[in-house]
Structures are given as structure tokens and as C-alpha cells.
């Protein structure tokens, strides 16, 4: 019988969730759920100097927030609790302990003095630092008052990435190494080792930072006489310039932010999973099961990914277009503009699905859609910033805008007639529709972009339209 699938997602608490640590997140959670497994939420919080008051909650806010749902963690104890490490010290205590029976570990005598000059000698001989080499002959008993130190069996190693292929390391990269702190906290390279066999994890889906560590790894496995994990190392999140990685400190953001700048869950799921991934087709745009269904980690690529504003963008834009007016109109009722209250729940759907098609975030709906439910302030500047209305004579401009309003006193204002008759009044003035129609649009809504005019004007109706043309019109000198 297979061993059931069983992944997790290991933060430290330094701080809010960006991209590149989302990204992880995903990749483990497609993998767990892909298989009906099981996706862990454990939190590495053993190097207290680097932890950020709240950042525990705000990691557990951000994976609910976009629907990643874990099995287990902090507030969903199951059979492998505590998930903080810092409640775990006893375990790893416990396994410090056999390695010290097994004497695969030591008591770490140096100061941090005492280590600096090793490595000067070793940088004076031109060599590279490798604390085995200043391993104590006999060490103390350790007390648990210093560090603890594993003590390896250099050898060469040769393993598979599920994402980077087989790779391998000679002897040089195994080394001794801290696993237990002499604050009593365990190393990130002890701890998660101890947690992943205990938690019968079957899948470490980590950055590409650790990868050098592998070697390490492997023979901290051997002397615990376990077998490994599948590994699969996800290439960087790179900046837009594709020369550094994408960082806090390089100003990557919060990602609630881009929930409430108005971006979509399933846009943020289906940019960040397409980060590196793809099912080898041309598609773009997936839906979240989509992309749970196809998952495969042998389809992430090597190399890092460029982060796109542009492109996130107009993925939001593609996603909003896909959703039942419904769906949108739940998502924006509320992103209306305060005058909107006045109106009753038919009229502001209306306006919803008319600016769906223009949408690039949820937010904009506000600025889009103020014109339909509160008088505009005419604004000339739009008429003369604008590429074709702006070469007219002002009088041209006022005599078809007058021809308009006397054609539009004559509609019943039905998108069918409206078109008609607009369509006969840009035959008879020998006008362009980009000079015509936009003409009137800019008079009837006062803002840089409107949907459609028929359907624009066919919702804000006869009295508005034609109220709006004559104030436009008195100010046209």
C-alpha cells in the first residue's frame, strides 16, 4: 500500500507572506491535495531575534484568506501537535540525545573567538572552513549550556530533485553542523528533519536557498537511520529585471495587499502558481481546481521566474471578465461609490455589467461607475485633451452637440433605437464616430472612459442624457 501523500509549508515568522513564499505554499498544497493527501501548516519560530510580533496570525490569515486550507496547524491541532517548533523542544531534545548514543554528536567546546580564528587559519592556509576539521578529540559532556554539533561522515552524495533533476556534491559539502542552539533552541537543519520524519512527510517543497544543504541533509538522514523525503527545490521569484530575486527588502508586498488593491483570490492563485509552472500548453488562465488537476512538479522549470505587474493585471482583468455578473456584483457592492445607496439593487447590477469588460480591479469600480449615480461636473478639459475633439472648432463642437440633444429628444432611448438614430445623425453631419460619439460621451458622463454609448446612455435614460448635454452645452462658449 502507498504511504499517503503528506506535505507542508514551514514559515518563519519574520515578517507578512510575499510571492515568493506564497508560491511554496501553493506548490505544496497542489501536491497534497492532488493526491488526497494531507498539507501541514508548521511554523519554524526557533531563531526568536528575527521574529515579528503577529506574523504567526498574519500567515495563518493570508492562507485562509486565499482559501489554501491545511489540515493541520497552530489553530488546527491534529495528531502531529504542537506546530510551533518552540513547543517541540523536547522532541528534538529527545533526538539530540540518540545522536549523542549513536556519537553522531558532540558538545561544542570553541567560543564564538575561538571559531573566527579557525576560520582565519583556514582562509591564511587558502582552504575552505570546514569545522570537522577543528573537531575537539574529546569533547565534554554536553549539558545542554553549549551548542550541540552533529558529527558527519564526510562521503560524496548523488540524489534526485523532483524539479531539478539528479544533482550531486563531493565529500567537501558534509559537515558538522549546530543542531541544537545553545539557547536551547534547535537549527532550522536539525529541527525540520526531526518534524518532517515525525509528521510522516512525504514531500519537501522548499526554495532553491537550501539546496546546498542537501548534502548535509543526507547524511543527518543516515545517521538517523531514515529515509528521505521526495525533494523538490522551486527556483526564485525573481524582480521584473529578472537580475535579482524578488525580496521583501526589494519592496515585494504584502500579499493581502493585492486583495485589497482589488485583486482576485483565483488571480493571485493563477499568477502566482503560473510563476515558474505550466502544463505545457499555451493556456493562461486557470481556475483553481484547474491548476489542482494538472499540477505536476515535474512541470515547474529550473530557472527563476520574472515577477509581472502588467501581466497580473491583465490576468485580473481576464478573471473578473469570467465571473457571473452575480459573482461580480457580491464582490463590488460594496466598492461603489457612497451615492450608490439611493439606488436601488437592479440599476447598480446594470451598472456593474456594463463596466465588467473594462474591470482591471475590483477598486476601480468606484472611479468608473460615479457618473451613473451622481451628477458630473462638466469638464471641457476632456474635450480639449482629447486626440480628435481637440482639432475641432469650439462652434462645430456646440452645433453637434445641439444636433444631438434634438436627436436624442426624438429617441425612446432603447439600445436599438438609440443606435439607430445616432448612427443617422453621423451620416448627416459627415462626422466620425470617434469625434461624434465621443463628443457625447464626454458630454453625458464627464469622465475618461465610459462603456459603450448606447448602452451607456440607454442606462442613465432620457432625462439624465439630455439634462447633461444642455448644462455641457452652456458652457461651450
Known amino acids: 500500500m502507498d504511504m499517503k501523500t503528506v506535505t507542508r509549508f514551514a514559515p518563519s515568522p519574520t515578517g507578512f507572506m510575499h510571492v ?59 495528531d502531529n501537535a504542537p506546530y510551533l517548533q518552540s513547543e517541540r523542544l523536547d522532541i528534538y531534545l ?9 556519537g553522531r554528536a558532540y558538545a561544542d567546546p570553541y567560543s564564538e573567538e575561538e571559531v573566527g580564528e579557525f576560520r582565519e587559519e583556514a582562509k591564511a592556509n587558502k582552504h575552505a572552513f570546514l569545522f570537522r576539521n577543528y573537531r575537539p578529540e574529546n569533547p565534554p559532556k554536553w549539558d545542554g549550556k553549549t551548542a550541540l554539533r552533529f558529527k558527519s561522515d564526510p562521503k560524496p552524495y548523488r540524489w534526485h530533485d523532483e524539479i531539478m533533476g539528479d544533482l550531486s556534491a563531493g ?38 536557498e537550501f539546496i ?44 493581502l495587499d493585492y486583495i485589497s488593491e482589488g485583486y482576485l483570490i483565483e488571480t493571485l492563485i493563477n499568477f502566482i502558481a503560473s510563476l515558474g509552472w505550466n502544463d505545457g500548453t499555451t493556456q493562461e488562465i486557470y481556475s483553481v481546481d484547474e491548476i489542482k488537476n494538472k499540477f505536476e512538479l515535474s512541470h515547474v522549470q529550473k530557472s527563476g521566474a520574472n515577477f509581472d505587474d502588467k501581466r497580473l493585471l491583465w490576468m485580473n482583468g481576464a478573471h473578473i471578465r469570467n465571473l457571473s455578473l452575480d459573482e461580480l456584483y457580491e464582490l463590488v457592492k460594496d466598492k461603489l461609490p457612497k451615492e450608490a445607496e439611493k439606488f436601488d439593487k437592479e440599476y447598480k447590477k446594470k451598472v456593474v455589467g ?11 469600480i468606484d472611479e468608473l461607475s460615479t457618473f451613473f449615480f ?33 436627436t436624442l429628444e426624438q429617441s425612446d432611448f432603447s439600445i436599438e433605437d438609440l443606435t439607430n438614430k445616432l448612427n443617422t445623425l453621423l451620416e448627416q453631419t459627415g462626422t466620425k464616430p470617434v469625434v461624434l460619439f465621443s463628443l457625447i460621451r464626454i458630454a ?29 452645452l452652456l458652457e461651450i462658449k
Not at 465588467?356 to 480591479?361: C, I, S
Not at 478639459?381 to 444631438?404: C, R, Y
Not at 464627464?446 to 448602452?455: A, I, M, T, V
Open 20 to 78: 515568493g513564499s506564497l508560491r511554496t505554499a501553493l506548490f505544496a498544497w497542489f501536491v497534497a491535495k492532488k493526491n488526497d493527501g494531507k498539507f501541514i501548516l508548521r511554523i519554524e519560530d526557533t531563531d526568536k531575534n528575527r521574529e515579528v510580533e503577529g506574523s504567526i496570525e498574519h500567515i495563518i490569515k493570508t492562507l485562509e484568506t486565499l482559501n489554501i486550507n491545511f489540515d493541520e496547524g497552530p489553530n488546527k491541532p491534529g
Open 212 to 255: 546546498a544543504s542537501v548534502p548535509r541533509f543526507l547524511n543527518l538522514y543516515e545517521a538517523l537511520e531514515i529515509e528521505h523525503p521526495v525533494f523538490a527545490t522551486v527556483p526564485p521569484v525573481m524582480g521584473p529585471d529578472g537580475k535579482k530575486k524578488l525580496s521583501k527588502r526589494d519592496g515585494a508586498k504584502d500579499v
Open 354 to 364: 456594463l463596466l465588467q469588460e473594462r474591470l482591471k480591479t475590483l477598486n476601480e
Open 171 to 208: 565529500p567537501e559539502a558534509v559537515d558538522d553542523f549546530i543542531l541544537i542552539k545553545a539557547d536551547g533552541y534547535p537549527t532550522y537543519n536539525f529541527a525540520h528533519i526531526v518534524d518532517d520524519m515525525l509528521m510522516n512527510v512525504t514531500h519537501i517543497i522548499r526554495s532553491q
Open 374 to 406: 451622481e451628477e458630473p461636473i462638466v469638464n471641457l478639459s476632456l474635450i480639449e485633451e482629447h486626440k480628435q475633439l481637440s482639432k475641432e472648432d469650439k462652434g462645430d463642437l456646440k452645433d453637434w452637440l445641439t444636433k444631438a440633444k434634438e
Open 444 to 472: 453625458t458622463t464627464h469622465s475618461p472612459q465610459s462603456p459603450g454609448l448606447f448602452d451607456t446612455l440607454n442606462l442613465l435614460g432620457k432625462e439624465k442624457t439630455l439634462g447633461r448635454l444642455e448644462k455641457t
Open 94 to 102: 529527545e533526538w539530540g540525545n540518540k545522536l549523542i548514543e549513536k
